[in-house]
């Protein structure tokens, strides 16, 4: 009976009380609970010790599935912070980009993807003679690109272990891949898109991915070239959030300004969302997701440090936000909502890489520092560089995921990370007497910023040259909800531009 | 000091330290945590065995606990897609019946429906002579129809196994009974819909949950009658939402559609939700909550297949979601979003039940085939049934449940599920050389669909001729809202019709 | 290796079977994996009791870990309730004091209310010639006022419990601070609003949190003054809602009424809000989070009450949803929603305190009364004290508050709280026989009434004599939203009342 075995592994003594007759009462504590008859039921024929090895293992499958859920619920953040920071009349188009790339993604990751970036670390690598891969955790010695086990999940795949690391990994890989649908919003044609979002899933971000989480070169600065412990991205400043913000950057550069952005003069107007209460809710669901994201990182609750990296991102996100707000106030006169908004999500795209490395007070730094540098770059991007960022995705995760795997080469205090990367000793920043470190995080974020600037360049340019990815100007001033979604957002409460001019889309 | 002695339970080494005086720092990793003085003050007087045994039902705890609350937040999900997806006169109607029915099914499952669905499988059958049941848990030998203990959680259910037994049953429960909210939706009178409510939490949902998981004699249809492991639905592709699905057939069948759905010669008219992007987040809520909703019914995290059924269902509703908008995209020219968010929710209820029992690819296959079944279901219901359901709840839950049910006969691969409704060996479907299997479990969808469209038609039925389960044709043309529930929706932005009138409601 | 020793950690035996070559196939069921290898990656040199002791600690992090996260979430909740309940021209200054409250109380609680809440229950008592504190969660013999260590989480506070419990401690901080965000609503300035938020998380709320959760004197009424087990509030009745809607009653009386709210012979005007479906989104997510504030208040997963004490949550929520809205459905003909929604959140802040220390029944009766009581306070509030609160926070949370805490004292049934706060046997209310633990119960919410109100109308007073607390009337009449934060909640939807006139705000 293993539905009702499993109701008995959870509830061995209840059902052997009940069953002993009405006489006996239930245990409203659990105070009676008869542990031994728990153990005979999960571990009968097990020693002690692989009994309590076992427990180790379900406390950080627990762990790991609840986390790796809570990611994927930011989907639905960035689904609200994008539809509210735009125009009702594209909302349907702008929220539908959100929630598809989800479905792209995982697809495009479960067939490609994972094994690019987990199945060992060899890829072209393995061409120069080194030692073939036999294993998806395996680390070569040399230099690894890509993986080349794991494909479409199957095989030796098909294993609780790697499932579990899919799980947690798909969702990072589909936090990428929004970022950019934001800076993309109200103007990329559909079927664009979602070759945007197959390319991604399968190349740009695993390749990447493989180089700092896959066992890849980056990772192997320090054991190779004595870089102290090679680059670190505790949860993704870069490997996330940077690639996806850079990748917005060149794909809004391609792409183009909406209409109606800019002046002749290059002047820029503002073009305010249109669901500012939608728009919080999706950045209070991001920041519940990103403890997730930071503390789940650890991909092990039986390693406390979870406390320390989930505090962190608290105070980084609180500290982010305060100071964006006062920053904006100070400029312009009123505490803006979105530019609060960005500042949080500013201050947790920082910390992400340090905060597992930091003590309280520089969480509180390094995030005060993102919310100023959110500010500084939203107007940057627009007054400088003339590009049109309808939700400030770029500053948001391209800058500061820039600048959250070089703070934790100033910060790192030297407290954790112990054997990170195979390198002895803990983790420290310039600050703490390693410049080296710093070295290496420089050395990454260069090398992520030129891969994703190429490579997302490379994509958007070759794929506008054949397929074209903007809708007509027509449609774009018209709203994209009908040509492109064939439905309303707001149906009977927004009048659609082509029902007012009595047109056909 | 038990509330210093809770943190104690957690913490005790860092009092120890905090005590010992100024002069003992922190420890920022836990590196220094003493653990045998937390086993002292946990288990002081236990043995190891009973100890880790302890850890265990701990572990299992937190995990049903928590999935449990996942599954919850559910209704939140069902709520916003239900609203979304409907008119914005009506949305204060729409979304309060989402509300409140938890409430009324919380109230019924725990004053009757639990004891029905879980205080043993006798019932009926134990008036034949069978032993009388004596426990909770205890399956009789027979034939099973309803249980009859646990009333009210009261007596012997005081009891922190059975309160937890029923906190993640209950969600299941109310997931069902706010199903066919959205297929009634804009047209039911309020007061009929509460007593709806009391009855599928009471009487409809646990009678054929008690003959799936109560124990009851779909179950034993293996053991009884040797059809290999009898009736499998691992997580309630029909006993939650093909039993919901149906309801809604029914009812929407005898409330009739709305006015203005069908012309005179049957054709019918779109009639347009008034929130895609409300839609789109219930959905996400809705796929957030399914983790919970399957990986959560193992019951045990000590059952390590969890995170197979994590990812399953992760993989089913990417390629559910994918299927329906490119089939409705080809059909009509458009990746309809509505659709689109049907088919993910199709891919899930279709994964629900085989989660457990099949590899990743099958998850895919599955998935897809339930994206592809939602929009043909939909066009069906609507084009040959002549049925208006406002939501796609009937093609959603009802057809998708059972195809679930049914792709688990046909697909399970003999990896999982060894012992199974006390059968022994591991599931396997008909591809991999088990057709009783498979008919196992088309007696169990055949059962479903006939118990589910009966006795919901004949309450429905029923209560129509009592009280009248319809609002007045004045009241649905000028919008429920008002004259229901005595508020706007959208007070100031949406005028009322009434208001607009000059009428009173 | 750390970052791939940590999936060593998870997955040792997977690594170690794929490790072996591909002759070895995956483990899809988990069972063949071996846990004495994770037990030796983990614990090699510890001994049997400090690895169960390791794993307890672990199962005990991630709950408070994950239900602390879910807290935080509730701030989610609260916005979209109190946007929903509130008029259009407003909503982005609602949104915004529900998100920004969130970011001043994290930092404010981490400078300084942390360490006077949790940093020993000395503080002026101390003065006295009492024994110096010297650890952070000493008990001191005598009576304590506030705590003294622990400021900025730095020194010794740089550690993993410390940290853990500041996690779950701040987000019932928070709850608190942003619940007169609803009552203060559509008339409060900015600025003022900022500086109330830093008074309330460095003195109002964790002076009054040390004296009942930091082992202050309330704490001791039991030990030092032989009132049973002293005042006890399982999970904040008063701690968190009666301080918050207290605080609520007096900034509301001080603020004054929003224009249009009462007439010239004081009969009150509805001022109905304008989004129901996101207050009762809002009102789900505070359901969703209120099982980890409630069941989390264990502070440990090893404690199995929490199945007893999430139910008792789930079933007084349902219940003082109904009694609500049958109550008003009963008095004015409809269910009116925001009363049911309120009803809800009324029987969670009864049950609060009382959840882990009364059966079933106990809670619905509690939280059926809650639910009417909410009606009548709000009846009360608006009728007789003539003071305009736009949410109904002052009922729901300051009046159910104070229930919450004596209904503790009424019906706490002995099955739980052995020991708590160093007093010896269960917890027992009035009908169980314990008079004494009421009267502990009834001095506790007196002093809470007494001491909220005092202080915080004092800090209203000096507050509004110094910078003045509202906004101007023209800014008021026209909507905050562009006055206040630059920015319209719905621009392109709802049309500035400056831009219809044609004036700059």
Not at 269 to 274: C, D, K, L, T, W
Not at 322 to 341: C, E, Q, R
Not at 351 to 371: D, S
Not at 442 to 464: E, N, P, R, W
Request: charged share 10%; net charge neutral; proline share 3%.
């Amino acid at each position: 009976m293993k539905r009702e075995m499993s109701i008995l592994a959870i509830l061995t003594l209840i059902i052997l009380a009940f069953n002993a007759g009405v006489a006996l009462a239930g245990d409203p504590t659990g105070a009676n609970l008869d542990g031994k008859a728990t153990y005979e039921s999960l571990y009968a024929n097990q020693s002690l010790k692989e009994a309590v090895g076992r427990n180790a293992l379900a406390i950080n499958f627990v762990w790991v599935l609840l986390v790796g859920v809570l990611i994927l619920f930011m989907q639905a953040g960035f689904a609200m912070v994008e539809v509210g920071f735009t125009r009702a009349l594209n909302a349907a188009h702008v929220v539908m980009t959100n929630f598809v790339i989800f479905s792209i993604g995982v697809l495009g990751f479960w067939a490609v993807g994972f094994a690019l970036m987990f199945g060992g670390a060899g890829g072209l690598a393995s061409l120069g003679g080194l030692d073939p891969l036999n294993g998806l955790f395996e680390i070569v010695k040399g230099w690894g690109i890509f993986g080349t086990k794991g494909f479409f999940l199957s095989g030796d795949a098909y294993d609780v272990g790697v499932f579990l690391l899919f799980l947690f990994q798909v969702v990072f890989m589909d936090t990428m891949a929004t970022i950019p649908t934001g800076a993309l919003a109200e103007r990329w044609k559909w079927a664009a898109f979602c070759i945007y979002g197959l390319f991604v899933s399968t190349i740009l971000y695993p390749i990447f991915g493989n180089w700092v989480w896959g066992g890849g070169w980056l990772a192997k600065l320090g054991s190779n070239l004595g870089l102290s412990h090679g680059y670190i991205d505790f949860a993704g400043s870069s490997v996330v959030h940077a690639v996806g913000g850079l990748t917005a950057l060149t794909g809004a550069y391609i792409l183009g300004s909406r209409i109606g952005k800019f002046n002749k003069d290059g002047s820029p107007n503002a073009m305010p969302g249109h669901n500012i209460p939608l728009a919080i809710l999706g950045t209070f669901i991001l920041l519940f997701g990103w403890f997730g994201f930071n503390a789940g990182s650890t991909l092990a609750a039986t390693d406390l440090r979870i406390s320390v990296v989930a505090v962190n991102t608290m105070l980084a996100s609180a500290a982010g936000s305060l100071a964006a707000m006062l920053l904006v106030w100070g400029l312009f006169g009123k505490p803006d909502p979105s530019m609060t908004a960005n500042g949080m999500l500013a201050g947790l795209v920082a910390i992400t890489a340090p905060c597992a490395f930091v003590p309280a007070w520089t969480a509180v730094l390094i995030g005060a520092i993102g919310g100023l540098l959110v500010v500084g770059g939203v107007l940057f991007v627009e007054h400088k560089l003339k590009i049109d960022d309808p939700v400030g995705a770029i500053s948001v995760h391209g800058f500061n995921g820039l600048w959250g795997v070089i703070s934790l080469g100033i910060f790192a205090d030297g407290t954790y990370g112990t054997g990170w990367n195979g390198v002895d000793g803990a983790v420290r920043g310039f600050l703490f007497g390693d410049a080296s470190q710093l070295a290496a995080q420089l050395i990454g974020a260069g090398v992520c910023l030129v891969y994703t600037l190429s490579l997302s360049y490379l994509f958007f340019k070759v794929q506008d040259k054949i397929m074209g990815i903007r809708v007509s100007e027509r449609q774009e001033l018209l709203g994209l909800d009908i040509p492109e979604m064939g439905s309303l957002a707001y149906h009977g409460l927004v009048t659609s531009k082509f029902e007012s001019r009595g047109e056909a889309a």
